[in-house]
């Protein structure tokens, strides 16, 4: 049964954890390093998105209190929600559980429910964007998440003499050393690598013909023109749709594969055994993972993703220009007037 009003699903919720607290002690002695005596953190968590604040929130519920989490983004602007996600929904089925930690008064749906009264789950298709950011602020201000905004961490070592682990961050133009246990790197996507745009676009187009996903772009700046994307992912599909809502004449999609992915393989892994119990095997090679995830994938077709663009008929034009294009060079904007804005995914 839903819980109405979102005052008395905070209260619930509270009440929740105080009959799980057992043992309520802390456990853990407070530390400080060798040398300098400076306080040391039980665990810094590097990233305030949905994986650092959850993270966060386990660790509180086992008692390790002395934690931090920073993010190099304004407070409610961690992750990709707000800022350069640029679908209407997530992806994600709105079912998947997470952060919620067991809690069904911590779910989304709860909090939703709370909000718009029962029965208001069951009539949301995918969960908006923006909803899910929301709810990601609410819940890391409930659960007293502590997050230090708009902090950059540039290094992070071991040192020898002190003892501890060690991490560099810049704040307002100022750094300081951090000193913790334990280090969580919760940085998302981000943590995939350097944003790139390939030096054959970025070293001969001057810097308003091309853009990255990554960052902000005028989409308004684009009607009437062609844009030729490359990239094929879900962020080239994003932004190609929204060029094409904002008038762009033309949208060409460019990739090196023979033919669209699909199907997202990782559904294979949605079961117990393997997401209760990953972190106690052995490390597993990549090959072996990819190898599993591809066999599922090759007898499973959903049909869902492929309708859900018919529903969408603003976000519908030429956007598919391959197989097997890759871009291998471009000529100089200077012999090429007329050449389309481009956009890097």
């Known amino acids: 049964m839903a819980v109405e009003g979102l005052s008395a699903l905070e209260d619930a919720i509270r009440h929740d954890l105080a009959r799980l607290q057992y043992p309520s002690r802390t456990w853990l002695t407070p530390r400080r390093t060798k040398v300098s005596g400076a306080p040391v953190l039980d665990v810094l968590v590097v990233g305030a998105g949905q994986g650092g604040i959850a993270t ?16 190099k983004n304004p407070l409610g602007r961690a992750g990709p929600w707000l800022t350069f996600a640029r679908m209407i929904t997530l992806r994600t089925p709105k079912h998947v559980t997470g952060p919620d930690l067991g809690l069904p008064n911590l779910t989304i749906q709860a909090w939703y429910e709370a909000q718009h009264g029962a029965g208001s789950w069951e009539g949301m298709g995918l969960i908006p964007k923006e909803t899910w950011a929301e709810y990601l602020a609410w819940y890391r201000e409930l659960l007293e998440i502590p997050v230090r905004a708009n902090t950059t961490v540039v290094g992070v070592g071991w040192d020898s003499n002190e003892g501890e682990l060690w ?16 280090i969580v790197l919760a940085t998302g996507i981000e943590g995939s690598g350097q944003w790139r745009v390939p030096a054959f676009i970025r070293d001969v187009l001057p810097p308003e013909k091309f853009s990255h996903t990554r960052g902000e772009i005028d989409f ?20 190609a749709a929204v060029a094409l809502e904002r008038g762009a004449a033309q949208v ?46 090759s ?18 034009g030429r956007v598919v220009r391959g197989p097997v294009s890759p871009w291998l060079a471009i000529p100089c904007a200077s012999q090429r007037p007329k050449a389309p804005t481009t956009s890097i995914s």
């Open 56 to 71: 966060a929130a386990a660790l509180r519920r086992e008692k390790v209190d002395n934690l931090l989490v920073v993010d």
């Open 167 to 182: 991490a560099d961050v810049e704040q307002d133009g100022k750094r300081e050393r951090l000193w913790a246990r334990r």
């Open 220 to 239: 308004d700046a684009l009607k009437g023109k062609r844009v030729a994307v490359l990239g094929a992912g879900a962020s080239a599909f994003d932004n």
């Open 252 to 297: 060409d999609l460019f990739f090196r594969r023979e033919k669209l992915v699909d199907v997202n393989p990782y559904r294979w892994a949605e079961f117990v055994g393997f997401l209760h119990t990953t972190g106690t095997y052995p490390t597993l090679s990549a090959g072996v993972l990819s190898g599993r995830f591809c066999a599922w994938a």
């Open 299 to 316: 007898s499973h077709r959903p049909t869902r993703s492929r309708a859900r663009p018919s529903t969408r008929p603003s976000r519908c």
